[in-house]
């Protein structure tokens, strides 16, 4: 079985990738490579026992979409995407690698005809609006963001491309992923990870938002399991809509901190500014948190037990010389 | 105001124009031209008070699409489609006209930078898969047709480019217009109009589907008062979600052709004919009929009062000789 990650040098394709790698198999066939495609070069991953390689891939060009999903490709996973303040602020970036960049995607399966699965990350980005709470797998998707929009957009593709049988496609909203680990990015949620993962390594970090915000979290390790999980099902079990809900925990900001002292005590706490910041409010306060998700959680896919277990996660798994 | 109608030389841009220029204003604003504009030269409308243009314009083509929607269109209406089972048949059709014919008259929108209002037609074919009933205006979309995801993709570019500004853009989803004159079209819908209009003009028509089989109608003359209407909303009342369902009545086909013996007496009902048709069943059988409209009712949307007043619609209207 060989599998492509487009998006493949961002933290969550490495780690996806080293997953696949030391599980060896997925969805009981063995794992016989695993190429990382990104738009610049990823991070290679050495003396793996499945061999691993890596491609410059640029989505907005088929023709460099069919360098890295070929006809030897058995599964794609999508991750790649302009954030969500970077999809805001350059509206024709967004359009270009959010919709136009899955939509090469799926016509490269089209055109190679060998059907193969596809994995496609959407987000809690969608949800937005008046839809009523609580948000549920068959709530209206009424995006406030053109990130949301766009993703929305790629759902209802991935819908189709799977209905026509033009590929095994299905997709997963994320839940916001923290602690991320690495820098802060374009992200309008990356101070969700910041406010931790900075105090965390001993660094000051600002919060933007009020300490009863609330939000709707999942840690890396879990998403990863949750998209080798999505792998694996079967289309019976997928039915007629291919998109599922992630599972999270909501949490406000002071829940949050207070894991994290609860986990590694009350230093870092102290490293946390509170400087308002309007554009951050803006996108963030649209977003939904009182979010369900049933179907996948039926169908194996988990959020974390506890944030302290998703703190601690970061700590195993990331904090630098942790 | 200048008006442009893409799809102009179909039976609803047709009835549309004519209600325009039987108006003579629009939101309060006295029109001054009407451009129709489609992919085949539409017919022109001769001796009005208001100057009606016509123009071939193909929207798969932003250069032509610039032709149609100028810096002095102040309201485009956006009819134009490929329709069900034309755009399940030919795919490519489908996003070509379906998605980036929408896409490039909101572009275009865009590249002006004058606002233009646009109103455009969704369809109830966005409705589907396993969302349960009653469908209101906030179900999740989860079509079952390449025709339903490409509207429900236009829905969401609608409210996209609404909400950054770009254009006053709003849509509607339009109920199966039912009795549309003139000839069978590639819609998977087209017998809902046949059955009756063609045993109302003598001649026979053949049922595909059982006469329980139950769907949600609206006449072409109510469908063009409610277009006009959702021109005329202001940005205020639509709120943060600029798609509305167009209100219908839902019916079994045997209601249909009761009315039709109430209005016409029981010959025509003896010229139907009843050959099942797998592939339209396949199509239509995944439609949705309990489907509720009332933010579009409370914004001053109306539905037929009765179907046997949609059929007296029908023989004043449109009904040859009639």
Redesign the interface.
Known sequence: MNITIIGGGGFLGQKLARALVARGTLDGRKITGITLADVVDPAGIEGTAVPVSTLRCDITDPASVAQAVTPETDVVYHLAAVVSAHAEEE?EDGMQINLFGTLNILEQCRKLGTVPRVVFTSSIAVY?????DPIT????????T?YG?QK??GE??V??YA??GFADARGVRLPTISIRPGKPNRAASSFMSSILREPLNGQAANCPVEEDFRHYYLSPRKCVENLIRTAEISAGDL???RILQMPGRTLTIRQMIDAMTAVAGPAPARLITWQPDETVRGIVGGWRFDIHAERALALGLEADESFEENLRYYIEDDRPGG
């Not at 937005?128 to 009523?132: A, K, L, N, R």
């Not at 709530?139 to 406030?144: A, D, K, M």
């Open positions: 509206f937005g609006g008046e839809v009523p797998e068959t709530s209206l998707l009424n995006p406030q053109s929009a929305a957009m209802l593709l819908n189709d209905r026509k039915g007629r809509n």
